[in-house]
């Protein structure tokens, strides 16, 4: 596996990296690229990691390994773009956030083989199922994130730890990125109920709409008038017809946890 650059480990934020590192069955672009909408100068560069714990960390006596994070920049300072913000999450903390839609968590199972930095035969499989995490409570999730960043996007929401961004607000008089992420998550929340699938990166005509916004070129009102509609658009097909399940499969992947952990520890 892939080992972080020691000049970079001062920075460390949270969690055993190195042993997160070592143990990971997949890691991938989760940020701005995964979704082909980066813009040279302008983005970070984000990661998501799944590993198993060590045995000790599950069924000894060891302290419970959940999430591991790594920044290049201190934290709670925001990231510029060429930075690194990676996030580590043990097996079953992932596939929780997997199954109940996690926009972000949802990235690692359909981004392209290109995306794909490291990934283990346990990592194969679990993107091979990735239909059993989609449901009707990915939609309900991708639409609550849509929602927030809309809030932010319109200057009506708490504000949180996510912090402002003053200079494009200066130069756009709004803050573009918020707009980007809001008609972004609005356009995947759609294909999810439509299709149940989420395809990346966005396909084209999405694609150069949401980076349009990004740029600058379409206003905060008409952004938000798209978003307000295809949200609409999506709860009814969610009322009236989405091939979604309610639940995600959590039979399936409870039985791929279980003989993942299993077969990583050497136990069978």
């Not at 000049?7 to 940020?31: K, M, W």
């Not at 000894?60 to 790594?70: K, L």
């Not at 402002?164 to 995947?188: N, T």
């Not at 740029?215 to 999506?234: A, H, K, Y």
Request: hydrophobic share 35%.
């Amino acid at each position: 596996m892939t080992e972080l650059a020691d000049e970079a480990r001062p920075n460390v934020s949270y969690g055993d990296v190195d042993v997160a590192v070592r143990h990971q069955i997949l890691r991938t672009l989760v940020g701005s690229g995964v979704h082909g909408i980066a813009i040279e100068g302008f983005d970070d560069r984000d990661e998501m990691g799944v590993f198993i714990e060590p045995v000790e960390c599950v069924i000894g006596m060891a302290e419970p390994m959940d999430v591991a994070t790594y920044r290049t920049k201190p934290e709670g300072e925001r990231s510029e773009p060429g930075d690194l913000d990676l996030s580590l999450y043990s097996l079953r903390k992932y596939l929780r956030l997997a199954a109940v839609g996690n926009p972000t968590a949802q990235l690692p199972l359909w981004c392209p083989e290109e995306s794909v930095i490291e990934v283990t035969e346990a990592g194969e499989i679990l993107r091979g199922m990735r239909d059993a995490f989609m449901s009707q409570r990915a939609v309900h999730r991708f639409l609550g994130y849509m929602y927030a960043q809309h809030e932010r996007m319109m200057g009506r929401g708490k504000r949180n730890r996510v912090p402002d961004r003053p200079e494009l607000i200066e130069r756009y008089g709004w803050d573009v990125k918020f707009g980007s992420h809001a008609l972004r998550l609005a356009y995947q929340g759609y294909e999810i109920c439509l299709l149940g699938r989420l395809t990346l990166p966005l396909p084209e005509t999405p694609r150069e709409h949401v980076l349009a916004v990004k740029r600058g070129e379409i206003s905060q009102q008409d952004v938000s008038r798209v978003i307000v509609s295809l949200t609409q658009t999506t709860k009814q097909i969610l009322e009236n017809g989405t091939p979604l399940p309610e639940q995600p499969d959590w039979v399936r992947i409870g039985e791929f946890s279980v003989q993942a952990h299993v077969e990583h520890w050497g136990l069978r």
